[in-house]
């Protein structure tokens, strides 16, 4: 159908080029279809159709789209993986915490699943591998062995960045981002995910919800349509912190209209926190760990 959308921003309303109905069913003074201009998607509450922007590629557009995946596939960077073996242990702050909050069989199946590593100082190592179990790198954090919470005054690094650092790594080489724990995708080919924003939340979470697949983007601005490309065919439950839950929506939308994905967005988060919590900026394994549940 051919629909002529009026430049500007937010939701408009018109007559359902399916149906030609003109009114919302439970609203006679609303026209039945409405399309928002923020991502482009379409729906009559009359018919009950969904739309999407039809746009035409030529022959030449679609071999260039083939030729920059099959380009970007063979430019991920990755890192040897006796460094990941050399690291792995819970001798760090963050592995002390797990110890007084969680049994030992517990924490065993934790260092299986996601290979915890450790460093000199202390500071827990989250190792990034791929559903190809490719190493992409490790992420260097330290806590407070005691609270569990990151020491802010302690700056975040990465492995790659120390292997540049000593010359072991080219300057040129760069990291390509994947989901933190995605190695358990081809691990656990049925499950369904749990996705949040922190390893650290993802680690703990997923000793409360065994029989799910519980991921990272490691951090509130990394929910991308290049990482969540590896959630295809599956259900996923994207659980943001409870600061961030209304733009991890709008997110999750974008990303599954663009890819076709199924995420569903927790957005009940907030409905469980009190407003110091929330002032707090408390995820869901902060809900967990105070004993709530």
Not at 110 to 138: A, P, Q
Not at 239 to 251: G, H, L, P, T
Request: charged share 30%; proline share 2%.
């Amino acid at each position: 159908y051919e629909i002529n959308i009026p430049y500007g921003s937010g939701e408009y309303y018109t007559q359902c080029p399916a149906c030609s109905y003109l009114r919302k069913p439970q609203n006679q003074k609303k026209k039945c279809f409405g399309w928002s201009r923020d991502i482009n998607v379409g729906h009559c509450m009359h018919c009950g159709s969904s739309f999407v922007e039809y746009r035409k590629f030529d022959k030449n557009e679609k071999l260039k789209i083939k030729s920059e995946k099959f380009k970007d596939t063979q430019q991920i960077n990755t890192i040897d993986q006796k460094y990941l073996s050399l690291s792995l242990g819970l001798d760090s702050n963050f592995g002390e915490f797990l110890k007084t909050n969680f049994s030992d069989e517990k924490i065993e199946q934790v260092m299986e699943e996601y290979h915890l590593g450790m460093t000199k100082d202390k500071s827990v190592i989250y190792w990034y591998i791929d559903e190809k179990n490719r190493v992409r790198s490790g992420k260097i954090m330290q806590y407070d062995a005691k609270t569990g919470k990151r020491v802010k005054e302690s700056s975040i690094s990465w492995v790659h960045s120390e292997l540049k650092r000593k010359d072991i790594l080219p300057n040129d080489w760069q990291m390509t981002r994947c989901l933190f724990g995605e190695h358990l995708l081809a691990k656990y080919p049925n499950a369904n995910v749990c996705l949040f924003e922190g390893e650290k939340t993802a680690v703990i979470c997923s000793m409360y919800f065994p029989e799910n697949i519980c991921l990272a983007t490691g951090g509130s601005e990394m929910l991308s349509k290049s990482v969540c490309e590896a959630l295809r065919a599956r259900k996923v439950l994207v659980i943001a912190d409870c600061d961030k839950v209304i733009e991890w929506k709008q997110k999750t939308m974008e990303i599954n209209h663009s890819l076709g994905l199924n995420l569903k967005p927790y957005d009940k988060l907030n409905q469980l926190l009190t407003d110091e919590q929330k002032e707090m900026k408390w995820d869901l394994a902060d809900y967990f760990l105070k004993g709530t549940i």
